[in-house]
């Protein structure tokens, strides 16, 4: 049993870049163009799965509609709170303390902002999503609209890495990763496929 899951970074919002975390920014003109040329004229998938945060759930309920394809919403999948970097873009935080990001991406555990999730719970609750969406869909060539942060916590799974070393992976606006999941035995394999590439037949 072989399921086939991509996962898709939302575009740009309004506002441009920031540390966004829950805050609810739409999309930005430029943000829907990056996911529709993201995704192009693809159509394989059975169900798009979604944060819902907007930026996420617009565009598939958008590309659900276009395709005729189903979408469910997973509360899991929302991004990590930042707490008081919460709309701050990354020049504001590192103008009074410029290694401020350099030192949370080298160790977001003694770094954390003030008031932000605590990674721990963040990883437990997205990869609790994702097992009880590949419970709910084996088999299935799913689509999942979510976060960087959401992204970086699934391949530190697949990958077996250390949920704080998951800030090294770039994750690019609309970015597409695919995972594969073998089920056998009662056991699951899950393979990365690619990361930050296109969709591929």
């Known amino acids: 049993m072989l399921t086939t899951i ?4 939302h575009g740009e919002p309004v506002g441009g870049r920031k540390y966004r975390g829950q805050t609810d920014d739409p999309l930005s003109e430029k943000g829907w163009a990056q996911m529709w040329n993201a995704v192009g004229d693809y159509a394989q998938w059975q169900r798009i799965v979604t944060s819902p945060l907007s930026r996420c759930l617009a565009f598939a309920d958008a590309l659900a509609e276009t395709r005729g394809i189903p979408v469910s919403v997973e509360a899991r999948f929302q991004e990590i709170t930042f707490g008081v970097w919460e709309g701050q873009t990354a020049a ?3 103008a009074h303390h410029p290694d401020l990001l350099f030192d ?3 160790d977001p555990l003694a770094h954390r902002p003030a008031g932000a999730e605590l990674l721990t719970d963040f990883h437990a609750r997205v990869t609790a999503g994702w097992q009880a969406m590949l419970d709910a869909h084996s088999g299935e060539h799913l689509l999942v609209v979510c976060h960087a ?4 916590m699934l391949l530190a799974s697949v990958l077996g890495m250390p949920a704080h070393n998951a800030y ?4 690019g606006s609309a970015a597409i990763s695919r995972i594969t999941v073998e089920a056998r035995h009662g056991q699951r394999l899950a393979t990365l496929m690619f990361h930050d590439g296109v969709l591929s037949e």
């Open 92 to 94: 504001q935080l590192t």
């Open 6 to 9: 991509d996962l898709i970074r």
């Open 149 to 152: 942060g959401v992204i970086r």
């Open 104 to 106: 949370f991406k080298c």
């Open 168 to 171: 090294r992976i770039q994750v």
